[in-house]
């Protein structure tokens, strides 16, 4: 009975520990597998207007995890310069279970992702094609390749693992600084002139966004907005939305500069009130255009 008993501890101490290490692994690593990822379909030719060489040299180096957002896996180039964001699919498939229990709810609940995820990839070709210096991307690969390598993605846990990059959809994009790194930054080293900088490329950026008659429906100006050198750039982009004759149209104009500037101000005021008579310099100019 004794023997028994230790037996059964021992399963059920080796039980609790896999299923910990199981848990452990999913949290060091945003849950992460090759199987989630975005497959894609349509096959085209490599694109003209990419210079092959810089995006292969770019390419040709490990990533490894660094975040996860709600529609990307996000990885960080060993050099540090780039990130490629590996779209998600989780979201979108079926288990076993399903295929013979799938609830009206669960239905739903899919094909609102699926509508979500079009958009999403609507929203980085906009990035792509329209705003590039905008938003620091340098590619984005939606269609089936032969062009690409399989690059060695690295997660938390020092797991390698072997993508063909060919088959998945994914954004390459120039790693920047959140702006409000880059605007702490700043203030702690007292640097004025730069903080203006920062101010007006924020403008400049987004008045270029508008003018294409692109909106961002997601206005998180802190964890959308980053800054690449000196110039501040959009690098959360998945809400890009098309909206025709926008610039044209002055309070809509003036209401999407808004919405951003509203809290960059709220920042400044709280922060760095030496650089919020500037800020409503550049704001008046902005909006009188």
């Known amino acids: ?3 028994f008993a230790k037996l059964f501890l021992l399963i059920a101490f080796l039980f609790i520990v896999a299923v910990s290490s199981i848990k452990l692994k999913k ?5 992460f ?11 085209v030719p490599f694109p003209e207007d990419v210079n092959s060489y810089d995006l292969l040299k770019i390419l040709n180096q490990p990533y ?6 709600t529609q990307f896996y996000v990885f960080e180039s060993k050099d540090k310069k780039y990130v490629i ?11 076993l279970l399903d295929r013979f229990f799938l609830t009206y709810k669960k239905r739903k609940r899919i094909e609102k992702y699926a509508e ?6 609507s929203a980085c070709k906009m990035a792509d094609h329209n705003l590039p210096q905008e938003t620091a991307v340098i590619y984005f690969h939606h269609h089936i390749s032969s062009d690409l390598p399989t690059i060695t993605l690295i997660d938390n846990v020092h797991l390698k693992q072997s993508i063909n990059l060919n088959k998945y959809c994914f954004v390459v994009q120039k790693k920047v600084k959140l702006i409000k790194e880059a605007l702490y930054d700043a203030q702690q080293n007292k640097d004025l002139v730069l903080g203006k900088k920062f101010v007006a490329s924020f403008f400049d950026t ?7 008659n692109i909106v961002n429906t997601d206005p998180n100006f802190l964890e959308n907005f980053g800054v690449l050198g000196e110039t501040v750039v959009e690098l959360d982009f998945g809400d890009f939305t098309l909206v025709p004759h926008l610039h044209e149209n002055h309070k809509s104009y003036t209401s999407e500069i808004d919405k951003h500037a509203i ?8 922060y760095w009130p030496e650089l919020v008579e500037y800020f409503d310099i550049q704001h008046q100019k902005n909006i009188a255009q």
């Not at 949290?27 to 849950?31: F, H, R």
């Open 1 to 3: 009975m004794k023997s």
């Open 64 to 69: 490894r995890y660094l975040d996860r957002g």
């Open 85 to 95: 964001k590996l779209l998600r699919s989780d979201r979108l498939t079926h288990t």
């Open 116 to 121: 979500k995820t079009n958009s999403f990839i």
């Open 27 to 31: 949290l060091a690593t945003g849950g």
């Open 33 to 43: 597998k090759l199987t989630k990822l975005l497959h894609v379909k349509k096959v």
């Open 263 to 270: 809290q960059l101000k709220s920042w400044l005021i709280k």
């Open 206 to 212: 987004i008045s270029s966004r508008i003018q294409k």
